[in-house]
């Protein structure tokens, strides 16, 4: 076995240890087994205390010794193969029991000093080293009260005749089964064949009174010395895929990382980010939270494609997050060693990638090429220095997206505009090095992507997108997008690249381009009215923008409904860090002449503060047809006064916290402030300063389409 300079051996748990002449011998319990170690072996075994890697445990024995580090490097290495080859370390990174010295005092004759009840029993919660009682043990197991010594941290007395009283001075009673447990502190109930038998068999009362005796949530400062020495290790990873329909994918990429990366379970979490809920591998995926500790499912239908692995670092629960495809298995060490690269620099912003292993799990490439083909930007090329795992990280142009990192709040996220599959190479990479940070290969951060699909794919995937994707993206990244059209007019031909050029300029031109996402509220059940409203969305050339949102159905009351799907989305908003949101409900209907109207409006809005903006609204109560006030300096934008209906609103992020401290998120708390407060959310947002009206207005709805201008009436589809 080779150990990096990284690896975390981690001494296993459970041990009873005795020193005999130059040796020391450790037995687990109830193993007839022991294992001889010499002075330098147990040495090196306390030192695999999950604190220190490798590097450092070389270290501290070339410390005791006073020599240089490289001169011990060989023999530690041996020596922790040979423990975790006797099953006496383990590359873990969870924390082992603290190790305390442990002597008896007065025992009975026939008491067995290397095999008995308390040993047994006390190796669930410490690891054991037995000594003389003169050796200041920090554990003291007296039959006799007169051994009490207050030097000791736990001091315990066996009292086969129920003598004790509240006033002794012992941390700790075991007392017959048949005694009165109601003098003295804390008891723990003694079988009466302790003395025979070694196996500790308590009852749950007694197991929980240890477990507070040595927990962290103990009050006593005796047991609180002792439960300090506990340790419960922070999640510091996500690793997170999205995926569509691919439950082997996901299953098996899962199992690799619990299979052969177990010393990272307690500081990571797995996040999976469902892409089809409700299709088919829906139920298996999210019945993987049952058995799998750390998994988490999180269901997502408002965006489908590239761009959904944003929703995989807005909804990651940890500082770092590794990105990966649903299909990719990462090397042994691999993420233990990311997790280290993260911990050594708090202050990286780069985008972290390494280098892909081919199936023949021998050749690799470290990054790809700028070069088009085949309808991809990039070609796989590999770098000399990526070869060897030690080499330190080098920058690289660009590198496919199967696995990628960065700290959490480093996430510089897909353009808003994306749809669809395609688009994402070398423009991800870009957007990094604009904002001053590097793109990375990390040597030891191999791994193994399924590129074949035999049986093929569940999803869309259409030169389209692709390109749609790839034009925005070049726009937004500042990048020449000729070669964009160059290639695919040979690939798919001229017509076809020209119908998607046209389109993304149009929807650049767009004033619907201000805003950074725009939702359309639909109920499941309503399939048609979604189906209108598209065609609406179409003649907007919005389509590819709006995303639909499932609405929150209550049937008793469909305001309900709708406050908490406005909500929702709002709380979605701030999540990903939209400066603003749009919100269709799925009856609106629109202008012949919106798209200028809005332009003009939007030319005002800039430069104003607002929270709310309405692209139309009713008038509510005595004002009825009465103008708004004009904002001064607006020739298209009032404030509202008494406006309802949210069937077209925008909120900006300086609203978001405001209205999610003031709305509650569930049901019941949302019907009780309906009852109490408002009826529903666009009663509420009459309260709400800095809001904003367009005039003359766009967006109207069947209901109030009879209360607009008449002069516009006409004009509405």
Not at 1 to 30: C, N, Q
Not at 49 to 69: G, K, P, W, Y
Not at 381 to 393: M, Q
Request: charged letters at 25%.
């Amino acid at each position: 076995m080779i150990l990096t300079r990284y690896a975390r051996p981690v001494r296993k748990s459970g041990l009873m240890i005795w020193h005999k002449d130059d040796e020391v011998l450790l037995r687990f319990p109830f193993s007839p087994e022991f294992h001889q170690l010499n002075e330098s072996a147990i040495f090196i075994w306390q030192l695999c205390d999950s604190t220190r890697n490798f590097e450092d445990i070389c270290r501290s024995v070339a410390q005791l010794r006073d020599v240089a580090i490289e001169s011990v490097e060989a023999e530690v290495s041996d020596v922790i193969t040979s423990l975790i080859h006797e099953e006496l370390v383990a590359l873990d990174l969870s924390k082992p029991h603290p190790i305390l010295r442990l002597a008896f005092i007065a025992c009975p004759d026939n008491f067995d000093v290397s095999d008995n009840f308390f040993l047994n029993l006390l190796v669930n919660w410490v690891d054991l080293i037995l000594v003389e009682p003169e050796e200041s043990p920090e554990i003291l197991i007296s039959w006799d009260r007169q051994y009490a010594d207050p030097n000791a941290v736990l001091h315990c007395l066996v009292d086969d005749d129920c003598r004790v009283s509240g006033g002794d001075p012992f941390d700790l009673v075991f007392r017959n089964r048949e005694c009165d447990t109601s003098a003295g502190g804390l008891v723990v109930n003694l079988p009466e064949d302790y003395l025979d038998n070694p196996l500790p068999p308590l009852d749950d009362r007694d197991r929980h009174t240890l477990d507070r005796f040595f927990g962290d949530d103990s009050e006593e400062p005796q047991q609180q010395e002792l439960g300090e020495q506990k340790h419960t290790r922070t999640r510091k990873l996500t690793i997170g895929m999205a995926t569509y329909d691919d439950f082997d994918g996901v299953y098996f990429s899962v199992m690799a990382i619990r299979m052969y990366h177990p010393e990272v379970t307690a500081e990571t979490e797995i996040l999976v980010i469902d892409n089809n809920p409700g299709g088919v591998c829906s139920k298996s995926l999210r019945g993987l939270e049952k058995s799998i500790e750390g998994y988490r499912y999180v269901a997502n239908d408002q965006l489908q494609g590239t761009a959904v692995r944003d929703f995989v670092f807005h909804e990651a629960g940890t500082d770092y997050v590794m990105c990966i495809d649903s299909h990719v298995f990462i090397e042994r060490g691999a993420i233990a060693r990311l997790i280290f690269y993260f911990d050594a620099h708090p202050d990286c912003r780069d985008l972290l990638q390494g280098p892909l292993v081919h199936d023949n799990l021998d050749s690799i490439v470290t990054h790809c090429e700028p070069v088009w083909r085949e309808g991809m930007f990039g070609i796989w090329a590999c770098d000399e220095r990526g070869k060897d795992v030690e080499s330190p990280p080098f920058e690289i142009p660009m590198q496919g997206l199967g696995l990628a990192a960065c700290r959490k709040d480093a996430w510089l996220g897909y353009n808003r505009r994306f749809s669809g599959f395609g688009g994402e190479e070398g423009y991800i990479h870009q957007k990094f090095r604009n904002a001053g940070a590097r793109s990375l290969c990390l040597p030891f951060l191999r791994w193994i992507h399924r590129f074949e699909r035999p049986t093929g794919t569940r999803y869309k995937n259409v030169w389209e997108d692709r390109i749609r994707n790839y034009l925005i993206g070049m726009d937004e990244v500042s990048l020449d997008s000729q070669p964009v059209i160059r290639h695919f007019n040979k690939l798919i031909g001229e017509e076809a690249v020209e119908k998607v050029v046209r389109q993304v300029e149009l929807e650049i031109d767009n004033p619907f381009d201000f805003f950074d996402a725009i939702y359309c509220i639909n109920l499941d059940s309503q399939i048609q009215r979604w189906q209108e409203v598209q065609r609406r969305f179409q003649k907007l050339g919005i389509a590819h923008r709006v995303r639909r949102f499932s609405a929150i159905e209550t049937p008793q009351s469909h305001h309900i409904g709708c406050t908490l799907s406005h909500r929702k989305l709002v709380e979605e908003a701030k999540a990903r860090g939209f400066e603003n949101i749009l919100v269709f409900e799925d009856d609106v209907i629109f202008h012949k002449d919106a798209l200028l109207h809005l332009q003009n409006s939007l030319e005002e809005l800039e430069n104003l503060r607002w929270n709310v903006f309405y692209l139309g609204g009713m008038k509510w109560m005595k004002l009825g047809k009465e103008p708004f006030k004009r904002i001064k300096g607006c020739q298209y934008l009032e404030r509202p006064e008494k406006m309802t209906c949210t069937h077209a609103v925008a909120y900006r992020a300086q609203f978001y916290s405001t209205l999610l401290n003031d709305i509650p998120g569930t049901r019941e708390e949302v019907d009780q402030w309906a009852d109490d407060k408002y009826p529903a959310i666009d009663q509420y947002l009459v309260n709400v300063n800095d809001l904003v009206v367009m005039t003359p207005v766009i967006a109207s709805q069947p209901s109030i389409f009879n209360e607009e201008d008449e002069s516009m009436q006409e004009g509405f589809f």
